[in-house]
Structure formats: structure tokens, C-alpha cells
């Protein structure tokens, strides 16, 4: 092997000058050991066949290029002034420094070797072609983002050599077509920890230019439906140009994640709201996943969810059997619930981007667990969730067709549901829910009188519902209810003195005030 050293000079080729480094016939090894300077107009070529090793920082000024055919190996940096992404060859690049290493610029490299223990770091979006062999060392992306071409590849993955994505950028990697990739993605927040993510694509349309986008973070996802059994990390997962596809997801996280027991872990879509539950988390190889997934969202462990089917009504918007969903219409819901004041506080991240077709209104369900009725007071609430109801009385989750689910939670007991509203009386199940063949908690208190616990209901028609009036949520229609109605008269908006839902307030609301006046709800406590 022949070993040669170069530029003992900074190099600086001027008026588009091109340095060609070639050898066809034996395989060449030259040391650069100065600090070298790709001029604006120079064109540096490394040959197929040459390996060029700079021992100090290599930077390609705005409007010089590199092109590399055959192997250049950095002990430094690599700084790419170019404002644009810019090709640097066909080659292989590695970096292998005993120091840190910083990549600038907006690169495009077609093979990437990392070989440095003390780390990578990218500053300016970085997309290989070719192959990415992470051997050792951790690249971090922090802002920017790494992007694989569609025929790119990844090798290596562990702790000791993978792609750290904790900041804002991504691992990003386009796909030619349905197929399978496992991103190797991992953190350094305090111990380092390897969680790598495989995407198994089994449909789709794939045109150029797509990805799918990794970050995750070593933490517990903030939302209190995440509780009790669960783990400390996330994962969110974004794609661009791909339409109507079909994957399986599958996570892998660390046995020091687990809070709980890990047994009663399962995969969920903490984010956008509403959750959704997989699988099991498989506590053998401490892997969750999620199959037959359409869209990308937030992922991370938490306990399975218990899903609850509850039929209701409200006096003020009934008729015939039915409830009109004017506010809907009008556009007066709003999109984010709207149950975090008094006498509620309830502080919940229920919001939409459109109310669903149907809507008559939020409502508040609370599940109390208890071996009877009478004791199903306050201090046995398990949960509360913000949920819609629909004009034919079902309670839904804020898809507006999936029943209302609620997480991390485990009943020993008998659970009493209690439907909450803003200008209603509250009622809650005479009886104790049921499940069904799925497993999915069932009750309707609309059936009959005896569906609904104590007083604070109203007949209508052959059906039973929650009574109009209630317009300060005390739980006692009285004078507070009508002096809020007289200072919200001939208001025309989403108005807690609307009491029968027209968007106006009126004195057809005081006639159903003065109907009520004195009525109780007996919700305990």
C-alpha cells in the first residue's frame, strides 16, 4: 500500500482548478494533515480506489465541491458552506475521530461510516443514498434532521452506535414500496439507552420524495390517562407523501421504563386524543406494538383502556326522541371541552379540530366505583373524561363514534356512571354497569325511571333524561339560575343559560327554568 501525505498547505485551488486524487490500478492511502479549504470554483475529486485520510477539519466553501469515489476518512470535521444540499459523491465518508465530530451543512452522502466512541454531531439536514454503518459511536441529530434515500440501508444498532433523536429533528427514511425498516434510535438522557422502532409497511403507495419521521423521548408522556402501569418513554412518528397504507409498528424499550407492573403494559396512541389500545406489551423481549396502523401519531406503554357505551338525554334540546344539535350547526360548540371551571376543574386535553357530525354538546362522565349505589360518592371516583353526546343519546369518545375510553384504570368493584352537563342536573346509574360479549361496560339511563339513581330526573316521553335549568352546575335549580338567565338574555351564543339549546337565550329558556324551579339533583356528594 502506498502512504503518502498531502497539501502541507492549506489547500486552495482557485479559478475552478480541479484536484483529482485517482488510482485504478492498487489501492492508495494519503494523509492530509493540515486543515484543508475547498475554495469557491474547486472541484476535489477522491478516485475510485484512493483513500484520502484528513487528519484536521475539511470545509468545502460556498460554490467549491467534493466529490468522493472512493473512501475519505475524517479524524475532524466536515463543514459544507454551500447554502443547498450538495452531493459529495459516490463514495464512502467516515468519520472516525477520537474527538467529537461535527457534520455542517446540508449534505447528501451516498455511504456514511461512524467510528468515533466520542460521538457525531449533525448541524444541517444530512441524507445518505447508500449505506449507513453505524460501527461505533452515537450520532446526535438535535434540530436537523437524517434522512435515508429509498435504496439506503442501516447496519450495526446498539447502545454503543445508534442515532440519538431526542431533540426536534428526525430519522427520517423514504420508501421505495412496501417494506420493512427498523429505525436505530436511541437517547443519551442520562444513562444511554437504546430504543430502536420497526416500521413494516404491507401496503401503500409510496411516490418519491416520502418518509417516515422518528423522535423520541425518555420520559413519561404527559397526560393523566397515562398512570398506574406504563413506561417512561414515547415515541412520534410522522410521514409525508405516503397515502393509503397499511403498517405494524413495533417498539422496543428498556426494562428500567417500566412503573408498574410491565404484565399489564399495553401499546396505546397517547396523542392526538382519543387514545387508541394494541397489543400486550411482550415482556419478554420488552416490545410494544401496534398493528394495522393507517395514520402516524405518539406511541408509548400505558394500561389497556376500559371502554364504556352509556345512552343519555337532555331535556333542554329533546324532541320526539331525538335531541336537535342546532349548537353544532351554528358552529357554537366549542373545540376544546369545556368543563375546566368551577364547579367541574376538570383539567383534561379533550380537543378536536371540527366537532363530528351528530354532536348535541359536551358532556363529563365520571366513574365511581363502589358496592352500591349510595356509596358512590366523590372519594370513590376512579375517572372523568370529557366525551360527546349525539341527538339519539350515545356518549361517544371525541371521534365522535368510538364508545368513550378510559385508561389506566383496574375496577374491583361495582362502577357507577355519572353523566355531568353544563346547564343539566347530573345523573348517575341506579344500578351498577355491565360488560358485554367484548368486554366493554354498558348502561343506559334513558330506559326507565329506576335507571337513574335518586331524584334530578325528568319523564320525556317514554324515555328519561337530565333536567334543564341547571345553569351554575350547584346540583339545585333555584333564583342563581334565573338571575345568570336574566343576565344572559337575548345573548346569542354558546350560553350556559341556553337551556334548550337554540344558540339564543330567550324566554322559552326561563319557561323551562320556572318548569324545574326547585328540582335536586342526588348525584352522592
Known amino acids: 500500500m502506498k502512504i503518502s501525505t498531502l497539501f502541507s498547505q492549506k489547500l486552495k485551488v482557485v479559478s475552478r482548478g480541479i484536484l483529482l486524487i485517482t488510482f485504478f490500478t492498487y489501492p492508495s492511502f494519503y494523509i492530509i494533515t493540515q486543515a484543508q479549504t475547498i475554495t469557491s470554483g474547486t472541484h476535489v475529486v477522491v478516485g475510485t480506489g484512493a483513500v484520502v485520510s484528513s487528519n484536521n477539519t475539511l470545509s468545502v466553501q460556498s460554490g467549491g465541491t467534493l466529490d468522493v469515489q472512493g473512501t475519505l476518512i475524517l479524524k475532524q470535521n466536515l463543514v459544507n458552506q454551500n447554502s443547498s444540499a450538495t452531493t459529495l459523491g459516490s463514495g464512502l465518508i467516515e468519520l472516525s475521530g477520537s474527538s467529537p465530530q461535527t457534520i455542517s451543512g446540508q449534505n447528501i452522502i451516498q455511504d456514511l461510516r461512524i467510528n468515533n466512541a466520542s460521538g457525531i454531531t449533525i448541524s444541517g439536514d444530512t441524507r445518505v443514498n447508500g449505506i449507513l454503518k453505524l460501527k461505533s459511536g452515537v450520532i446526535s441529530v438535535g434540530s436537523n434532521n437524517l434522512f435515508l434515500g429509498p435504496a439506503a440501508s442501516d447496519s450495526g444498532g446498539s447502545v454503543a452506535s445508534m442515532v440519538d433523536v431526542t431533540g426536534t429533528g428526525q430519522f427520517r427514511k423514504e420508501f421505495a414500496s412496501a417494506s420493512s425498516f427498523t429505525y436505530p434510535v436511541g437517547d443519551q438522557t442520562g444513562t444511554p439507552e437504546y430504543s430502536p422502532v420497526t416500521l413494516n409497511f404491507t401496503s401503500g403507495?409510496?411516490?418519491?420524495?416520502?418518509?417516515?419521521?422518528?423522535?423520541?423521548?425518555?420520559?413519561?408522556?404527559?397526560?393523566?390517562?397515562?398512570?398506574?402501569?406504563?413506561?417512561?418513554?414515547?415515541?412520534?412518528?410522522?410521514?409525508?407523501?405516503?397515502?393509503?397504507?397499511?403498517?405494524?409498528?413495533?417498539?422496543?424499550?428498556?426494562?428500567?421504563?417500566?412503573?408498574?407492573?410491565?404484565?399489564?403494559?399495553?401499546?396505546?396512541?397517547?396523542?392526538?386524543?382519543?387514545?387508541?389500545?394494541?397489543?400486550?406489551?411482550?415482556?419478554?423481549?420488552?416490545?410494544?406494538?401496534?398493528?394495522?396502523?393507517?395514520?402516524?401519531?405518539?406511541?408509548?406503554?400505558?394500561?389497556?383502556?376500559?371502554?364504556?357505551?352509556?345512552?343519555?338525554?337532555?331535556?333542554?334540546?329533546?324532541?320526539?326522541?331525538?335531541?336537535?344539535?342546532?349548537?353544532?350547526?351554528?358552529?357554537?360548540?366549542?373545540?376544546?371541552?369545556?368543563y375546566n371551571t368551577s364547579p367541574w376543574n376538570y383539567a383534561g386535553p379533550e380537543t378536536v379540530a371540527s366537532i363530528p357530525t351528530g354532536v348535541v354538546d359536551w358532556v363529563l362522565v365520571e366513574l365511581r366505583q363502589a358496592t352500591t349505589n349510595a356509596g358512590a360518592t366523590s372519594a370513590t371516583t376512579l375517572k372523568r373524561r370529557a366525551a360527546f353526546i349525539k341527538n339519539d343519546g350515545t356518549i361517544v369518545d371525541i371521534n365522535g363514534t368510538d364508545p368513550l375510553r378510559f385508561y389506566s384504570i383496574v375496577p374491583t368493584s361495582n362502577l357507577y356512571p355519572i353523566i355531568w352537563h353544563r346547564n343539566h342536573l347530573a345523573i348517575m346509574a341506579n344500578t351498577a354497569a355491565t360488560q358485554d360479549a367484548s368486554g366493554k361496560y354498558v348502561?343506559?339511563?334513558?330506559?326507565?325511571?329506576?335507571?337513574?339513581?335518586?331524584?334530578?330526573?325528568?319523564?320525556?316521553?317514554s324515555l328519561w333524561g337530565m333536567v334543564a335549568g341547571n345553569s351554575d352546575g350547584s346540583g339545585f335549580i333555584n333564583n342563581d339560575d334565573l338571575l345568570l338567565w336574566q343576565s344572559n338574555f337575548s345573548q346569542s351564543n354558546y350560553n350556559k343559560a341556553d337551556f334548550d339549546f337554540t344558540g339564543f337565550v330567550n324566554n322559552d329558556d326561563l319557561l323551562k327554568w320556572q318548569q324545574n324551579f326547585s328540582k335536586l339533583s342526588t348525584v352522592p356528594n
Request: aromatic share 12%; charged share 10%.
Open 443 to 461: 348502561y343506559d339511563l334513558s330506559s326507565g325511571t329506576n335507571q337513574i339513581y335518586g331524584t334530578g330526573k325528568i319523564q320525556l316521553g
Open 205 to 338: 403507495t409510496f411516490p418519491a420524495g416520502n418518509y417516515v419521521g422518528v423522535t423520541l423521548t425518555d420520559a413519561k408522556f404527559n397526560n393523566d390517562s397515562i398512570s398506574g402501569n406504563y413506561i417512561t418513554r414515547y415515541w412520534t412518528l410522522s410521514q409525508f407523501g405516503i397515502s393509503g397504507f397499511n403498517c405494524n409498528a413495533t417498539f422496543n424499550y428498556l426494562p428500567a421504563d417500566v412503573v408498574g407492573t410491565e404484565g399489564s403494559i399495553y401499546c396505546v396512541k397517547a396523542s392526538p386524543l382519543p387514545f387508541v389500545t394494541y397489543s400486550i406489551a411482550n415482556t419478554g423481549t420488552h416490545t410494544l406494538t401496534a398493528n394495522g396502523l393507517s395514520s402516524f401519531n405518539t406511541y408509548t406503554g400505558g394500561k389497556g383502556g376500559l371502554d364504556i357505551g352509556l345512552t343519555a338525554f337532555l331535556e333542554g334540546p329533546y324532541n320526539a326522541g331525538t335531541m336537535n344539535t342546532t349548537l353544532n350547526s351554528g358552529g357554537l360548540i366549542p373545540l376544546t371541552q369545556p
